[in-house]
T-cell receptor, first 112, second 113 residues
Framework: GAGVSQSPSNKVTEKGKDVELRCDPI?????LYWYRQSLGQGLEFLIY????????KSGLPSDRFSAERTGGSVSTLTIQRTQQEDSAVYLC??????????FGPGTRLTVL | DQQVKQNSPSLSVQEGRISILNCDYT??????FLWYKKYPAEGPTFLIS?????DKNEDGRFTVFLNKSAKHLSLHIVPSQPGDSAVYFC????????????FGTGTKLQVIP
């Protein structure tokens, strides 16, 4: 059984460039979350998709960040005009209920 | 505003002893609590959970205690094993449908052989 997958596993980019991070959730999971973990920090909530409802974007740190979820499945997190402070591990998780989330391995983003 | 707090960033315990990881929350509406474990270079994995209708839930070596009046929960690992060395995240949510889960900042546990 496939778990949550994320790509790329590592991304190095130059300051000012745009990046796209992909998440493939577990089939049938209606909830999808994006988090990030900066060095020495905890899990910071970014955005939450639930079925066809409007996403909860309350955790996005700036308007440079956006996310889409197409067809209720794959999600893409886009960061425009990347800054060095965007360097972090970006984690995606999916689930069926509130009581458990299955996490992907994360994408390590480094902005030079 | 950190609604879920883990005030101890790290903890070291001897193998075979008890590990106690603590978590405090500020939102009294939270009624479902979870613990996740994270190894380096991997995503967090679910460990154990507890509903607010209970004050204790046990699963093998892992027990979670909930004190609603104090808005405090703890994870006990006994006996601790070197393989338990990881970062442990406390999380909280509202039940009754699909809800956002709020995570704490994590506690890094080191079990010394």
């Amino acid at each position: 059984g496939a778990g949550v997958s994320q790509s790329p596993s590592n991304k190095v980019t130059e300051k000012g460039k745009d990046v796209e991070l992909r998440c493939d959730p577990i089939s049938g999971h209606t909830a999808l979350y994006w988090y990030r973990q900066s060095l020495g920090q905890g899990l910071e909530f970014l955005i939450y998709f639930q079925g066809n409802s409007a996403p909860d974007k309350s955790g996005l740190p700036s308007d440079r960040f956006s996310a889409e979820r197409t067809g209720g499945s794959v999600s893409t997190l886009t960061i425009q005009r990347t800054q060095q402070e965007d360097s972090a591990v970006y984690l995606c998780a999916s689930g069926r209920t509130y009581n458990e989330q299955f996490f992907g391995p994360g994408t390590r983003l480094t902005v030079l | 505003d950190q609604q879920v707090k883990q005030n101890s960033p790290s903890l070291s315990v001897q193998e075979g002893r008890i590990s106690i990881l603590n978590c405090d929350y500020t939102n009294s509406m939270f009624d479902y609590f979870l613990w996740y474990k994270k190894y380096p270079a991997e995503g967090p994995t679910f460990l154990i959970s507890i509903s607010s209708i209970k004050d204790k839930n046990e699963d093998g070596r892992f027990t979670v205690f909930l004190n609603k009046s104090a808005k405090h929960l703890s994870l006990h690992i006994v006996p601790s094993q070197p393989g338990d060395s990881a970062v442990y995240f406390c999380a909280a949510s509202l039940s009754g449908g699909y809800q956002k889960v709020t995570f704490g900042t994590g506690t890094k546990l080191q079990v010394i052989p």
